[in-house]
Each structure stands twice: as structure tokens, then as C-alpha cells.
């Protein structure tokens, strides 16, 4: 009697512990999908090796016109990545949306961003964005006023430059 | 002899399956607080009664000068919230970072909006937006050339108008 008690109690657990394993499979499927539809827009184009050290692509939100004389899109850096010193002849606003990344304005020390982060450059004056070293960057940028111009691109952020960061 | 293998069979699934019981639990912990911060921007402000149907919180993002003359913000809209018609004298450019939403131009069909999508209002044209009635809208916005005006707040999207959609 005791014995096939034992046998029921083996098979009713055996049964569970399918049935845990099967939903927790089902569970981390859907995650990892969730994780893959985490970006909020398209990767774009990779951004070219005269403007950017490493991996940076660029999707184009809104374009230039008479209208809105504003230009929005979103970058995404690679680990690593960050554009060359540039100028907005009109200034520029950047809004992290995930992941962390780095920003210099010329003559001051980096500071970092992080999801949530709103950083404005004034016009005319020279700075660089991108990743940090570990961390991806999804990053929207917004050129405001551009019948003034929107962007003069300068020399190379190099690895000196981009490792002062304390 | 079986009767203590079962035993043994026993207390080992039973340990298996607290094991995978525990680890799902902790994973599932893991899933609703990554959800809680999956928001890229604090809840902000409820917006006046006068302005909207529903609950529709602002935060603000970039306040207006007159370096930028942009004004940028983020409304989360709960499930059938809606702004009021209102124009923009410069008009506005929205950016849909989550969620489900609709956005109607006075005389037109009501447009389904949702995550990654860039909807643009031209100057002075009438228009509304809010969340769809299942689910919440993240949705920001980018006002510019704010020299010309930023909003002019009209009347209530009545039920009738909300519930056109097809």
C-alpha cells in the first residue's frame, strides 16, 4: 500500500515538475522577446568612419523642412562609440532613453547620461557624445532653429580624450 | 528495495521542484520590477481637468528660452485619457515612446498611433491626442519655433468624437 503511494506521489511530481519547467521555458522565451522588442526605434544606418570612432547608427526621426525647422532622430552607440567634436550651429538637445554614455562640452570635464537624462549643447560650441566603455547609448538627438545650419563636423574624439573620464 | 528508491525519487523531486518553484518566483520578481522601471521618464504632473479628458501626467523635458525657443516634454496618458482639441501656433512633433494612442487633425480620421511612431501637427491646425481605451500612451512631445506661441487650449474631445475610431 505504502509502495504504491510512493509510485502515485513519484508520478503526481513528475507531472509538476514538467509542468514548472514548461511554463518557466514558455517564461523566459517571452522575456527574451520582450528584451529584443525593447528598442524603441529602428538601428538606421551605420554612421560613417570620418564622423564617428567605432559603431554609431543613425535613424532618422524627423527631417529638415521650412515648417518645423527642426531635425530629431536617434542614435544608437556600440560600447565604445562616441562622434567626432562637432558644432550645432543652433545648438542641440539630447534625451537618453536607455542604456549609459558620455558627453563633453570642449574645455569641461566629460559627464556621463543615463536613461532619462536631458543634455543641451548651446550653439556654436564644440562637444562630443557616445557610449561609455561598458554600456551601450539609445540616444535622441533634437537640432532646433536649423535654418541656421545644423552641424560642422571637427577632428576625432581620440582614446586619450575619451578614457579622461574620472 | 523500490519501496526506498521511491522514497528517494520522491524527496528528490519534491527538492527539485521547491528548487524550480523558488527560481521562477525570483525570475517573476525580476520581470515585474524590470516593468515598473521600464518608464524612461518619472510620472510627472496630473494635467488640469480644464485640458484633458482623463488622466494624462506631464513632465517636462526641456523648458522654453530663447536659445532653443523648443519646448519638449513626456505625457503618459492612462487608457482613455485624451488632451482637449487645442492648436499650436509654430505646430508639434510627436514621438511615441510606448504604448497605444490615437491622434486625430480636425476633419480627419482619427490615426492610430503607437511605440516609434512620429506624428507631426502643422501650425495652427486643430488637433487632439490620447491613449487608445485599453491601453496607456507614452507619448513626447516637441513644440518648436516656440517664438511664434506654444498652445491654444479649445474644447473637450466629447465621447462621441473619441469613440469614431474604426
Known amino acids: 500500500m505504502k509502495k504504491t503511494r510512493d509510485n502515485i506521489a513519484t508520478k503526481l511530481l513528475l507531472t ?5 519547467l514548461i511554463t518557466f521555458q514558455g517564461f523566459s522565451q517571452t522575456k527574451a522577446n520582450a528584451d529584443a522588442e525593447k528598442a524603441i526605434f529602428p538601428k538606421g544606418e551605420q554612421g560613417p568612419a570620418s564622423n564617428f570612432t567605432g559603431k554609431a547608427f543613425n535613424y532618422g526621426l524627423v527631417a529638415n523642412d521650412s515648417t518645423y525647422n527642426t531635425v530629431v532622430g536617434n542614435v544608437l552607440f556600440e560600447p565604445g562609440a562616441r562622434s567626432n567634436w562637432h ?22 570635464p566629460i559627464e556621463k547620461m543615463r536613461k532619462g537624462d536631458v543634455v543641451k549643447c548651446p ?43 574620472k
Do not use: C
Not at 536607455?98 to 570642449?106: F, S
Open 16 to 20: 509538476l515538475a514538467a509542468a514548472v
Open 87 to 108: 558644432r550645432h550651429p543652433a545648438g542641440q538637445i539630447l534625451i537618453i532613453t536607455a542604456g549609459e554614455g558620455y558627453h563633453q562640452i570642449k574645455g569641461k
Open 123 to 165: 550653439p556654436n560650441v564644440e562637444h562630443w557624445h557616445g557610449a561609455s566603455p561598458d554600456s551601450s547609448l539609445h540616444q535622441m538627438y533634437i537640432i532646433p532653429n536649423t535654418e541656421k545650419g545644423i552641424v560642422e563636423w571637427l577632428q576625432p574624439v581620440t582614446d586619450k580624450e575619451y578614457n579622461a573620464f
